[in-house]
């Protein structure tokens, strides 16, 4: 057993409400820059919907991800080594921009430098990459909120593996249709593809934290990643012709902060915290059989951070007691193996994401609500998840690779917390038989609500500081909020330009501003 | 001989190698992040598709050529009972192919360079440089084959007089002398590919020098410890600069 230690994210999607605010903050942090214009490290699709980059789970065309073969092994999809170096000259999987988008931007100025003349000046779209006038065709949310209608819409890959009935059910009522918000940023796999797939090994896997990163000193611009990431999350930048990639913005998890997406999060739907896996079983566990044993291979890489054989192994391994506490009180721990209410997104794909995600109730209970029935009651609700098979299926194509049974069982889990809490509190008798009905006791299903709903800041993120002097030293800077004197300390008796240098956070651009001012 | 042909055919030939080595070496250590195919198959890739290859294929086996005919001497080849005819006649037609193959697969990247507006726009002038250059020794090379074959001018046995040259060079023990007799299309294509080797540190053409076979051998999943990473990515400090072990 080689234990080691992997920052997890859970996103629980009943909270979502597509403010797309994740995908904002983390532009503006990360790939606000000439280059990468069109990426998106985190993006939130509508689901239905063909997804950003267009149809990227359509791995007929792009051969994202593993697969296994006949003799058990798994390979990625996109070959083998010999011939993705033999087709480094070009890549036949790569992506064109127009997969994603052409980024764009508008004549601003022709609105206070046009001549006077009869009409008012407008401001045209001008293609970054050409420089020239641009026709507006896509971009990485045409299709948010169902946009483009039933045209857009069945294009979506997963809409079209679901059998044919399903997929005229859906565009048959159309207007009645479920939907849900899909917030994605890269998985930080266990098993990466697009790290088995760099030919200059310049991708790889933190050994502290598993965080996925591309060394930007020697990539060398091959590009076989961004064709072998499944779900297409490396992104190419065009102006310097490296590889980049979501790197879980590893500056400010190493001082305990969590990442932008998670912190702006509106409906603070998201969780973090670590993981401790086996690492000798990966591969073991990507090379089974039966794709929906996926699942349930993956939950078992997960090791229980109170067992005391783990906790020994782990200590063997040199992880540090405050990551082993963190692992204990990890919340992405508790939503994923403990409540089995948080699942991968597409285990298939065999790269162990991740990133796992509470599938969304709300549909559901919607649906219920406007055919005038109770949409919270608990009989209602297990009857209805039941009845309603078309986003059941959807969900189980997305989470379970198709196992409509794991779906089913985490939101029943899910629809029993809505039914018991509810009866708490309208101040009736609360009903042990609706946890019994889905295998959990009163006291778990009250701590999932507590995790779930409440969902304080440190229960939600349980993030232990990264293990050098430096971050440390970060660590106890604090932030402007302390009521710390901040010219005292920065300043000191030798002024502000003597001692180490002070990273560029956003904590200390507050503190120099204020300065400033005084 | 004349103080030019000393320069040419002396002096040039390790001012080339001075600045390939010294150039790449610099380049290596204090501009690494800009080291890469800067690729342009995200803004296009169909013609790309056959382009790319056929050029870098055809490159490889006019690289493999120029290795044979100019580091293997004429009378090693005849020990081993290969004649000089039969030589010629399998360097001229691969070569001939090659060569070929290679123009056509750089035209074929010019042209789609040329008239794709992203890929156009992505072009640096340093690029452009870079193709004058490149082009003028591909096709200086292409007609120095025709010369050879006695296609343009009398027949040529290069590996008489340019082939002891380049190992005079290499040997330290330049003989410029050989290169005065040959045909000036042999001449033409020397010197520009020497211009060639001098610029070449400082162009888009450092990514042949990361060819990645090494992805081969090693294993599928690379971890790395944070401790190796330090504030200045992975490029050692300067002397006198490194950071403060605690």
Redesign the interface.
Known sequence: MKVMAQMGMVMNLDKCIGCHTCSVTCKQAWTNRSGLEYAWFNNVETRPGQGYPRRYEDQEKAKGGWVRNRRGRIHLKGGSKARRLLSIFSNPRMLNIKDYYEPWTYEYDNLISAPLGQQTPVARPKSLLTGKPMKIEWSANWDDDLGGGPSNIEKDPILQKLSEDVTTKVKLAFEETFMFYLPRICEHCLNPACVAACPSGAMYKRAEDGIVLVDQQQCRGWRMCISACPYKKVYFNHKTGKAEKCTMCYPRLEIGMPTVCSETCVGRLRYLGLFLYDADKVLEAASIEDEKALYQAQLDLLLDPNDPEVLAAARAEGIPEDWLLAAQNSPVYKLAKVYKIALPLHPEYRTMPMVWYVPPLSPIVDVLTETGHDGEEAGNLFGAINALRVPLAYLAELFSAGDIEVVENTLRKLSAMRSYMRDINLGREPRPEIPEAVGMTQESIYEMYRLLAIAKYEDRYVIPAAHSEQARELENMGCSLDGVDMGEKFGGPFGQASGNPVPVTIENFHIMRDRQSK | MSSTSILLWSVLPYLAIGSFVIGLVWRYRFD??????????????KL???A??M???GLFAVIGGHIVGLLVPQSFTELIGLSQEAYHFGAVTMGGAAGFATVIGIFLLIYRRRTT??V???TTKNDKTMYVFLVATLLAGCSATLSSAGVIGDEHNYRETVAPWVRSILLLHPDGTLMQSTPLAFRIHAAIAMSLFIIWPFTRLV?AL?A?????F?P????????NESTT???KARPGWERIK?
């Open positions: 690494k992040f800009s080291w890469t195919t800067r690729s342009s198959q995200i803004y296009e890739g790309l598709s056959f790319g290859p050029f870098h294929l507006a992203t156009f726009a992505a990514h990361s990645p076979v090494g992805y081969i090693r599928s999943l690379i971890y790395r410890t944070r401790d990515g992975n490029r605690y």
